[in-house]
């Protein structure tokens, strides 16, 4: 018995080593490492630089027929990162995660830093503060490669820095699947996505598969570079397939949707992406996506999985959002606005020879532009020797657009943005943005130390924040060109249904002159005039100081400025005196309302330059 016992055991030994391991086996089938051609791919060295910001150089038009003022594309964004949601930025339009970049500009050789470059590749700064320091690629947008850095890189980084990467990811194949075609994603990152599963099929991990009927701009394109967007112009999709739940990076899979030699339409292919950019409110257009991998066959699945978002495959830390309280009275949604890099340089002053005043008598006037020794924001802005249109501290003026009225820094930056100074002696000194005059000049403070080692086209950039700040439960008073931290400080209270503003004067709307009627307020200040003696003794207008806080009673400056009986707006006053025909000191419209919304206060210290702490307050 005994001995039959042991013959049996090792026949079933012996049974148990000669068959396969099934449990094993069944395992492979369901998933299989893929196999490239890695070791067959050219890495080369690609070059290109930061690109500037590029908001709308006017209000776009929403599906809706609303005005917009749409910013977040292009440029240094220092809040949108991999893992945030796409949905929720003030003004957002598009607005691309990370750094965009751009092919050299004059490079005869650009298109290899658009066409070469892929998903996963290193990225290095060659020059400035940060030189040295790495990044990633994580998306392409438009005709920008998008480019992760870290928090302490992104505060030395500046528009127009060079960049290079080591491109790597043309002509990648996967081995058995001729007719899957990667596209702008390096094989490493590919084969930490991509399985076969036991159908034989390229299995990848998604957060959402989009259908081909709320795929919109992109069709008709070269499948070389550029990206999808998945429309958002029709709200009830946003709910009903989830798109409010996307994140910066996450992969999705557009269905119907082929990215092989072309961008198009095809009943059963498919196209795995990344989401690069957030939604628009305009038609056909909408989240971008960046395309990674393409078939016109059936040969792409997708597996759900809430957390496919290439964070995770890079190694890029994924942040929680943790929203901030605001403990002030006025609660505002400053946590959800963009803030972006924009950049000018000192500029020059320039003379026209003698201008004629409104009396008739020759002017040779000084004190617009360049670097102002003498008149500071806080001084008054009447009274300096043959100053006309004087401009305090710091001029500088848009590189980025022929036009400086189209720069980035002409739309973006609002009174209270931190500036930095780039280049020269002054280098790494800090101050502030402080206004815009008309079209041409923008204005910054400096310490007076500063002052002295600054010279004429050193090189500034603004961290431009403010556009598209809203006050909670006030939503329809138009907030314009203030940083979110200035607005806090500016001692506005709340009485029922109204805001209490703090002001030096008020002013009748029928004496402001010159920029009235023009369209977009972010760009245009316009002028009290003071070309009538008696007017400006009646309204005591020779005590204006440059900073000031001044009401414009009967006008209403939301898309532009112009007369409405009963309503208010609040302006700081950015520019000195005038002698000719309609002009004086100038305003920024910083806040706007219809009737009833806003009340004043009078405070003869409603000044910038004691909000932002330039200036000790006057004890009364």
Same mark, same amino acid.
């Given at each position: 018995?005994?001995?039959?016992?042991?013959?049996?055991?090792?026949?079933?030994?012996?049974?148990?080593?000669?068959?396969?391991?099934?449990?094993?086996?069944?395992?492979?089938?369901?998933?299989?490492?893929?196999?490239?051609?890695?070791?067959?791919?050219?890495?080369?060295?690609?070059?290109?630089?930061?690109?500037?910001?590029?908001?709308?150089?006017?209000?776009?038009?929403?599906?809706?027929?609303?005005?917009?003022?749409?910013?977040?594309?292009?440029?240094?964004?220092?809040?949108?990162?991999?893992?945030?949601?796409?949905?929720?930025?003030?003004?957002?339009?598009?607005?691309?995660?990370?750094?965009?970049?751009?092919?050299?500009?004059?490079?005869?050789?650009?298109?290899?830093?658009?066409?070469?470059?892929?998903? @996963?590749?290193?990225?290095?700064?060659?020059?400035?503060?940060?030189?040295?320091?790495? @990044?990633?690629?994580?998306?392409?947008?438009?005709?920008?490669?998008?480019?992760?850095?870290?928090?302490?890189?992104?505060?030395?980084?500046?528009?127009?820095?060079?960049?290079?990467?080591?491109?790597?990811?043309?002509?990648?194949?996967?081995?058995?699947?001729?007719?899957?075609?990667?596209?702008?994603?390096?094989?490493?990152?590919?084969?930490?996505?991509?399985?076969?599963?036991?159908?034989?099929?390229?299995?990848?991990?998604?957060?959402?598969?989009?259908?081909?009927?709320?795929?919109?701009?992109?069709?008709?394109?070269?499948?070389?570079?550029?990206?999808?967007?998945?429309?958002?112009?029709?709200?009830?999709?946003?709910?009903?397939?989830?798109?409010?739940?996307?994140?910066?990076?996450?992969?999705?899979?557009?269905?119907?949707?082929?990215?092989?030699?072309?961008?198009?339409?095809?009943?059963?292919?498919?196209?795995?992406?990344?989401?690069?950019?957030?939604?628009?409110?305009?038609?056909?257009?909408?989240?971008?996506?960046?395309?990674?991998?393409?078939?016109?066959?059936?040969?792409?699945?997708?597996?759900?999985?809430?957390?496919?978002?290439?964070?995770?495959?890079?190694?890029?830390?994924?942040?929680?959002?943790?929203?901030?309280?605001?403990?002030?009275?006025?609660?505002?949604?400053?946590?959800?606005?963009?803030?972006?890099?924009?950049?000018?340089?000192?500029?020059?002053?320039?003379?026209?020879?003698?201008?004629?005043?409104?009396?008739?008598?020759?002017?040779?006037?000084?004190?617009?532009?360049?670097?102002?020794?003498?008149?500071?924001?806080?001084?008054?802005?009447?009274?300096?020797?043959?100053?006309?249109?004087?401009?305090?501290?710091?001029?500088?003026?848009?590189?980025?657009?022929?036009?400086?009225?189209?720069?980035?820094?002409?739309?973006?930056?609002?009174?209270?943005?931190?500036?930095?100074?780039?280049?020269?002696?002054?280098?790494?000194?800090?101050?502030?943005?402080?206004?815009?005059?008309?079209?041409?000049?923008?204005?910054?403070?400096?310490?007076?130390?500063?002052?002295?080692?600054?010279?004429?086209?050193?090189?500034?950039?603004?961290?431009?924040?403010?556009? @598209?700040?809203?006050?909670?439960?006030?939503?329809?008073?138009?907030?314009?060109?203030?940083?979110?931290?200035?607005?806090?400080?500016?001692?506005?209270?709340?009485?029922?249904?109204?805001?209490?503003?703090?002001?030096?004067?008020?002013?009748? @709307?029928?004496?402001?002159?010159?920029?009235?009627?023009?369209?977009?307020?972010?760009?245009?200040?316009?002028?009290?005039?003071?070309?009538?003696?008696?007017?400006?003794?009646?309204?005591?207008?020779?005590?204006?100081?440059?900073?000031?806080?001044?009401?414009?009673?009967?006008?209403?400056?939301?898309?532009?400025?112009?007369?409405?009986?009963?309503?208010?707006?609040?302006?700081?006053?950015?520019?000195?005196?005038?002698?000719?025909?309609?002009?004086?000191?100038?305003?920024?419209?910083?806040?706007?309302?219809?009737?009833?919304?806003?009340?004043?206060?009078?405070?003869?210290?409603?000044?910038?330059?004691?909000?932002?702490?330039?200036?000790?307050?006057?004890?009364?």
């Amino acid at each position: 018995m005994r001995r039959r016992f042991f013959t049996w055991l090792g026949i079933l030994l012996c049974i148990a080593l000669v068959m396969p391991d099934t449990h094993n086996a069944v395992g492979q089938a369901k998933s299989q490492k893929i196999s490239t051609n890695k070791d067959k791919l050219i890495t080369t060295a690609v070059q290109g630089q930061i690109a500037p910001a590029e908001p709308s150089r006017s209000y776009t038009t929403t599906w809706d027929g609303k005005p917009k003022m749409a910013i977040g594309i292009g440029g240094i964004n220092y809040n949108l990162k991999i893992g945030d949601k796409v949905f929720g930025w003030a003004s957002g339009d598009r607005a691309t995660v990370g750094v965009a970049t751009e092919a050299r500009r004059g490079d005869r050789f650009r298109g290899a830093w658009l066409v070469y470059t892929s998903i @996963g590749n290193e990225v290095k700064v060659l020059g400035g503060e940060a030189r040295g320091k790495k @990044g990633v690629v994580v998306g392409m947008f438009g005709s920008y490669v998008l480019v992760h850095f870290e928090d302490k890189v992104l505060e030395k980084l500046s528009v127009g820095n060079i960049l290079q990467a080591k491109a790597c990811g043309v002509g990648l194949q996967i081995e058995g699947f001729n007719d899957v075609f990667p596209h702008h994603v390096t094989p490493e990152l590919l084969e930490k996505l991509c399985t076969q599963n036991a159908d034989g099929k390229l299995e990848v991990p998604v957060v959402k598969e989009i259908p081909a009927e709320i795929v919109g701009q992109g069709s008709g394109g070269s499948s070389i570079y550029g990206n999808w967007h998945i429309q958002t112009c029709y709200p009830p999709d946003i709910k009903e397939y989830g798109l409010d739940e996307l994140r910066f990076g996450d992969l999705v899979l557009l269905k119907d949707t082929q990215t092989d030699y072309g961008k198009g339409y095809y009943q059963g292919g498919a196209t795995l992406g990344v989401v690069c950019s957030g939604p628009s409110d305009i038609s056909g257009l909408g989240i971008g996506v960046t395309p990674i991998l393409s078939t016109r066959s059936d040969k792409l699945t997708a597996r759900i999985d809430s957390e496919a978002n290439i964070g995770k495959y890079l190694g890029i830390k994924i942040k929680k959002s943790n929203p901030r309280s605001n403990p002030g009275a006025l609660k505002t949604n400053k946590d959800k606005l963009i803030t972006t890099a924009v950049e000018a340089v000192v500029q020059p002053a320039g003379s026209r020879g003698y201008s004629t005043t409104y009396d008739g008598k020759p002017k040779l006037s000084i004190g617009m532009a360049s670097i102002n020794y003498t008149v500071s924001l806080g001084d008054l802005a009447y009274g300096w020797a043959n100053a006309d249109h004087v401009e305090p501290d710091v001029t500088i003026q848009g590189r980025d657009e022929e036009s400086p009225s189209r720069c980035a820094i002409a739309i973006l930056a609002c009174i209270g943005n931190e500036a930095k100074v780039l280049s020269g002696e002054a280098r790494g000194a800090k101050g502030f943005y402080i206004g815009r005059h008309a079209g041409s000049d923008d204005l910054a403070w400096f310490p007076k130390n500063v002052l002295d080692k600054l010279a004429l086209n050193d090189r500034i950039q603004v961290k431009a924040r403010g556009v @598209g700040l809203k006050i909670e439960g006030f939503e329809d008073v138009r907030v314009n060109k203030l940083s979110p931290e200035l607005l806090e400080n500016l001692g506005i209270t709340i009485e029922g249904d109204q805001l209490v503003v703090p002001v030096v004067m008020e002013i009748p @709307g029928h004496i402001m002159g010159s920029g009235i009627g023009g369209p977009f307020i972010e760009y245009i200040d316009y002028d009290i005039q003071t070309t009538d003696p008696r007017t400006v003794e009646q309204y005591d207008l020779k005590k204006i100081r440059l900073g000031d806080l001044i009401a414009i009673i009967d006008h209403y400056d939301y898309y532009g400025r112009g007369r409405y009986k009963d309503a208010v707006t609040i302006g700081v006053c950015i520019h000195g005196w005038s002698d000719f025909a309609g002009h004086g000191p100038g305003l920024n419209p910083v806040l706007s309302a219809l009737p009833g919304k806003i009340k004043t206060k009078i405070d003869p210290h409603a000044n910038v330059a004691y909000y932002l702490g330039l200036r000790a307050k006057p004890r009364d």
